[in-house]
């Protein structure tokens, strides 16, 4: 499964031209600029970069550079592109991002219209990337001991927004998240944050919807995101024609924050109140239903149905594995 490594976030924004080192560093000035870096010989692996303080005590820093081409959806291939699948295997493109995150995200932009369409207008990018391992040695830790993953989002987020007023940004991706934004829905909800003390969750986590083929009318709705801050996405299947997908949402955001503040005190077997109103059962997974690739809790509605066997594969009814 994808994990942090040498990065430990990695957030977007997408550009219809690219932008100058110049500007760049000018407008990263009133973070303390720490270095500048000039492209490396592979574009993948770093374009022009200012490096800016997060938390340098414990060598944080995030690099933030300029490419001046198409996001890679695609993030090539060991035969046709290997220094492109090279660079995505090592996480430069975000430690949680896989093959056709723009496309999903940009599918499944429930909450911005015009974020179906727009970010693929895009001509450029900028790369907001945090570290605790620049020249560091060996045997340093890829992470501090008090690592904050919540804290360490809420800095690069603002970064990214802050990119947002620059002449020709077209909007804000998380990669990891599968998630695109528009810079009044990232101020709406960082607003929401300062005013209610309420994660901005939405903007690391998307929630999606997929029909399941063949097996009409369950369908999956599950989170892309959560292990940005290191605890598990969830899934949720059910019969579309039993419950209403906005309450399911709600109930999946609802329990992806009560994960991340208490822990993985959920495991299998255990039932929860959701939709319906009903209990639902959880069941750990290694593998989700949909892309990408990554460990979730599974969730299903008791309520007498009985979901398709890919559901419930590897898995006996009761949730032990079989």
Request: charged fraction near 20%.
């Amino acid at each position: 499964m994808p994990h942090k490594g040498s990065y430990t976030q990695g957030m977007m924004v997408l550009f219809d031209a690219p932008l100058s080192i110049e500007d760049l560093s000018n407008h990263l000035e009133g973070y303390g600029l720490a270095k500048i870096i000039d492209e490396c010989e592979e574009w993948a692996f770093g374009g022009p970069t200012v490096v800016i303080p997060y938390r340098p005590e414990v060598n944080g820093y995030v690099a933030v550079d300029i490419v001046d081409r198409e996001w890679p959806d695609a993030m090539g291939s060991p035969e046709d592109d290997s220094v492109l699948f090279g660079a995505w295997a090592m996480g430069h493109f975000g430690p949680f991002a896989f093959p056709g995150n723009l496309q999903r995200a940009a599918q499944q932009s429930w909450h911005w219209e015009a974020g179906k369409t727009l970010p693929f207008t895009h001509k450029a990018f900028v790369r907001i990337r945090s570290s605790y391992a620049f020249g560091a040695s060996d045997d340093t830790p890829l992470m501090p001991k008090d690592y904050e993953p919540q804290d360490e989002l809420l800095f690069v987020t603002s970064v990214a927004r802050g990119l947002l007023g620059l002449p020709g940004a077209i909007c804000y991706f998380d990669p990891n998240g599968e998630t695109v934004y528009s810079a009044a829905g990232i101020d709406e909800l960082m607003s929401r944050h300062a005013n209610q003390d309420l994660m901005p969750q939405e903007l690391w986590v998307n929630v999606r919807l997929f029909n399941l083929e063949d097996h009409d009318p369950w369908v999956v709705m599950d989170t892309v995101g959560m292990w940005q801050l290191d605890v598990p996405d969830h899934e949720a299947v059910f019969p579309a024609d039993r419950y209403d997908p906005s309450e399911v949402a709600g109930f999946l955001r609802n329990t992806a924050d009560y994960v991340f503040k208490n822990g993985l005190i959920i495991n299998d077997n255990d039932t929860m109140d959701g939709p319906g109103p009903m209990r639902w059962q959880a069941v750990t997974f290694d593998d989700p239903i949909c892309s990408p690739p990554r460990e979730v809790l599974r969730w299903i509605p008791r309520d007498g149905s009985t979901p398709p066997h890919q559901i419930t594969q590897g898995k006996s009814e009761d949730g032990d594995s079989a």
